[in-house]
């Protein structure tokens, strides 16, 4: 594959030994159903066919589709489908099949889009194991008062419970990335957070400023005065930063602070 088709789509190819490890990680049982995101050449999913599971694979580029369909042609419980997966029907996908397991390594440039369009629907799936950057691993899994939390970190905990699994290395790719890449468990919570449409805005305006009080950290449309008073109102100190609060007092504020 041409250099810059790998660019296009955001494409490395991982090893084999790697990639049976990560396949050995995901937790399905018999007879699970397992959606797959970009499975390029099928590293991940040559491995994941071996049990007795049923795959569907979303593949962007009709060059790794074509392959794949030849690779495991043989292979009755292989269903491959030709989109982006943002383009994906998602919720059809989740309504026909009873809780499955989404995986994947999924491509840097547009990992945390799709990290977003999944979370409001993990309560349907049984959890997603898959790569993203070590970075945005980092972001996604960080607890409230360490450097790496933020909006995403937010976002995420709303609807998992989260752990990093492996941090794997460039050379374990073909071509190699400049980054870290890391494994990650995200399943459902017990309870996850019940919150309105806009309330990720809100939280991603909070950190505008991370590194100010949070009266003086939301962007452009939240007025001082009123972040202040409704950080009196809870009785929370003044001096608090949007990096200490976990996604229930993010709700907590959001509600003090909403429009009538």
């Known amino acids: 594959m041409d250099r810059a088709r790998r660019r296009k789509f955001g494409q490395n190819f991982l090893d084999v030994p790697t990639a049976m490890l990560i396949a050995g990680d995901l937790p399905a049982a018999d007879g699970d159903a397992v959606l797959e995101i970009g499975p390029g050449h099928g590293a991940l999913t040559e491995h994941l066919l071996d049990r007795n599971i049923e795959l569907t694979a979303v593949e962007i580029d009709e060059q790794c ?6 690779k495991f042609k043989g292979k009755s419980n292989f269903n491959i489908v030709n989109l982006d997966f943002l383009q994906f029907d998602l919720q059809a996908f989740l309504n026909a099949h009873d809780k499955p397991w989404v995986t994947g390594n999924l491509p840097y440039n ?35 008062c360490s450097s790496n939390y933020g909006s995403l970190s937010v976002l995420v905990s709303a609807y998992a419970n989260t752990q990093i699994l492996r941090e ?6 073909t071509p190699k990335p ?8 995200l399943t459902p919570r017990e309870n996850p957070l019940l919150a309105p449409a806009d309330f990720f805005d809100f939280v991603r305006s909070a950190f505008t400023q991370k ?8 962007g452009a449309g939240y007025n001082k005065k009123q972040v202040q008073a409704a950080i009196e109102a809870l009785d929370w100190p003044t001096t608090i930063r949007a990096e200490e609060l976990s996604p229930e007092k993010f709700l907590e504020l959001y509600n003090v602070m909403k429009p009538e």
């Open 65 to 70: 589709v074509e392959f794949l369909q030849n």
């Open 110 to 144: 547009v990992s945390t889009a799709i990290i977003a369009e999944l979370m409001p629907r993990l309560h349907m799936t049984k959890g997603f194991m898959g790569m993203v950057q070590l970075e945005v691993a980092e972001r996604i899994c960080a607890e409230p």
């Open 168 to 173: 794997i290395g460039p050379e374990h790719f």
């Open 178 to 185: 400049n980054v870290d890449s890391a494994t990650m468990l």
């Open 211 to 218: 590194r100010k009080t949070l009266a003086n950290s939301f």
